[in-house]
């Protein structure tokens, strides 16, 4: 299966969410602002050069394959394209979640992300996100918890 979580940069929820997915962030835990910050893809990449990428964060318990999407402003056209070139290759759209969450960013987040990417202003603007991820992180737990729990009924289905 793959499994491809995405948002407006693909430096913030996506990534927090493909993290908290593959076990390297706890569920029952708000992370800190360090261990946030840590995070390989937070906040880091350029913009505009890696809209559009899709990029592989990891695997999950089940041996699915995790990832970020930044999409900007392109989210009608790309998750239909995703989903068109799937069932193209396999014949079926079976094995892929596209997820959006960007449904969990709030505006510090916004702001946050404007100021350390569009700008070009980490220092100023990493903090402020890395403030809003702390308190959107149980909403992001949320979402990555209900795609867990399709993956495990289609996991459990595919077993039998």
Not at 106 to 131: D, E, Q
Not at 144 to 154: G, L
Request: glycine share 8%; hydrophobic share 35%; aromatic share 10%.
């Amino acid at each position: 299966m793959h499994i491809i979580y995405h948002c407006y940069g693909g430096t913030h929820t996506s990534v927090i969410a493909s993290y908290i997915h593959i076990g390297m962030l706890r569920t029952d835990k708000t992370p800190t602002k360090e261990e946030i910050e840590s995070i390989p893809m937070f906040d880091k990449l350029n913009g505009q050069n890696d809209t559009g990428h899709i990029v592989s964060i990891g695997t999950d318990e089940y041996g699915n394959n995790v990832y970020s999407l930044g999409v900007k402003n392109g989210k009608k056209l790309i998750e239909p394209a995703l989903k068109d070139f799937y069932y193209h290759l396999f014949n079926t759209n079976d094995g892929l979640l596209i997820i959006d969450t960007s449904s969990a960013t709030n505006w510090i987040m916004k702001i946050g992300g404007f100021i350390s990417i569009a700008l070009k202003s980490p220092i100023i603007g990493r903090p402020l996100v890395t403030y809003g991820v702390i308190k959107a992180y149980k909403n992001i737990v949320q979402i990555v918890k209900n795609v867990k729990a399709q993956e495990s009924a289609e996991y459990n289905a595919i077993k039998r």
